[in-house]
């Protein structure tokens, strides 16, 4: 089966097709196309993402990066057909809000004849409800004009499902021992999740102010980084690492909550303790590296010590760390140092390079782990965008 799939949550415009075999958990995946327009470059001149104008671009993008994905998978063969009037009318209908992707959609379909896919897939939360809606509006009008069943994903289980995925190795999924944890840090969520089975989440710690992308992402806008700012953020820390600089200021960042009974976080102390140590200062290279180390070792400790918890508390075999934050290679080194030495027995996963960013495949495949879980799809009239939704809804 062939998996049509779809992300614009935020700032990257996403569309893959999957192929499977077999059924959740045993399948076997395989990538026949991985289109992804970043917006990143446009957000970067207002060092943030502002979701009207992320939804403008996503509209702009979403039918190129469809038909990128669709010729990659060499799933497209010209034609011309005529597509009946009525269809048409209720495209237009479907994609009212999306200003000229109806007649896109439509001048696409009369040029090629309708592509083997057997399921869509999209994200409908969470994220930025003005960009979660064009994913949504299309999945809609592909499977009206295709006559496919949708399934609405949330982007934090297709997050979950990117770091157990093996590019390499199939059957992958099955290997999971449960219960299992899954922390997610990404630029909008910092959660711990409990795994009793695939599909069974329950979120046992959550951040009470800033995800860790986004204290990532504020800190280096303070030291004048451009956004997104975490992968530069770890990379001056290396620097600063391999230096072996002392502290910034000579000070210690906090740890907030490390020592809170619960498994939440809280990072905006941390970054306003940035700022003050800043101090509207000026930074030289060296004293950006060594503030990026001491932040991101403040972030990190905090991070370690909520997990470890939270595996001892729940007797984890499993450790499942996902989202964007998760591309940080010193943070991969200490999580899998800190399982060896207190938890020998706990297996470690975390997303293959190109897949801990927001991409598509990974709602491929929760698309398709939901799918198996479910007995009859959802209409996909009914489908909606919640930009709050939750692991645990
Ligand atoms: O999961 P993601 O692509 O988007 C959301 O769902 O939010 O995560 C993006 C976040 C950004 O805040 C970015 O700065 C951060 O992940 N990030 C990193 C690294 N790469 C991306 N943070 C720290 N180190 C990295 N190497
Ligand atoms: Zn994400």
Redesign the pocket.
């Known amino acids: 089966m062939n998996i049509l799939s779809i992300e614009t949550?935020?700032d990257e415009t996403a569309v893959s097709l999957v192929k499977v075999e077999g059924q959740f958990p045993e399948a076997t995946y395989e990538i026949l196309g991985n289109a992804l327009h970043s917006q990143i470059e446009l957000h970067a001149q207002y060092g943030g993402v502002f979701p009207t104008m992320a939804k403008r671009e996503h509209i702009k993008k979403i039918m190129p990066m469809a038909q990128v994905a669709l010729t990659e998978a060499d799933l497209l063969t010209e034609s011309t057909e005529e597509i009946p009037r009525e269809i048409q009318e209720k495209l237009h209908e479907i994609l009212f809000r999306e200003e000229g992707l109806a007649d896109e959609l439509i001048a696409f379909a009369e040029k090629h004849e309708r592509p083997e896919i057997d399921l869509i897939t999209v994200t409908s939360g969470p994220g930025l409800e003005p960009a979660l809606w064009v994913g949504v509006n299309f999945a809609k009008a592909i499977s009206y004009l295709m006559n496919v069943p949708v399934v609405p994903v949330n982007?934090m289980e297709g997050?979950i499902l990117a770091s157990v995925f093996d590019v390499e190795e199939d059957d992958k999924l099955s290997q999971i021992h449960f219960p299992a944890i899954s922390l997610l840090i990404?630029?909008?969520?910092t959660e711990i999740i409990l795994m009793t089975e695939w599909g069974e989440y329950e979120k046992i710690g959550q951040t009470l102010d800033d995800a860790v992308?986004?204290a990532?992402?504020k800190v280096a806008r303070m030291m004048g980084l451009e956004y997104?700012?975490?992968?530069k953020?770890?990379k001056l820390a290396e620097e600063g690492r391999r230096a072996n600089l002392p502290h910034f200021n000579d000070k210690e960042l906090p740890r907030p909550m490390i020592h809170s009974k619960d498994l939440n976080f809280s990072f905006s102390g941390l970054k306003t303790a940035v700022l003050y140590a800043i101090d509207k200062k000026e930074l030289t290279e060296e004293e950006k590296q060594a503030l990026s180390r001491d932040f991101e070792d403040a972030v990190l400790e905090v991070l370690l010590k909520k997990t470890a918890s939270a595996i001892e508390e729940h007797g984890a075999q499993t450790l499942i760390v996902g989202?964007?934050?998760s591309?940080?290679q010193y943070?991969r080194q200490e999580f899998n140092r800190y399982c060896l030495e207190h938890h020998a027995s706990v297996t470690v996963y975390f997303p293959n390079p190109g897949l801990?960013?927001?991409n598509a495949v990974m709602i491929a495949l929760a698309g398709h782990a939901k799918a198996a879980n479910a007995s009859n799809p959802a209409a996909a009239s009914f489908i909606k965008a919640d930009g709050n939704k939750s692991l645990d809804d």
């Not at 990404?186 to 969520?189: F, L, R």
């Open positions: 949550s935020c982007h997050h990404s630029g909008g969520h992308g986004e990532f992402d997104p700012g975490g992968p953020i770890s989202g964007g934050v591309a940080s943070l801990s960013t927001d």
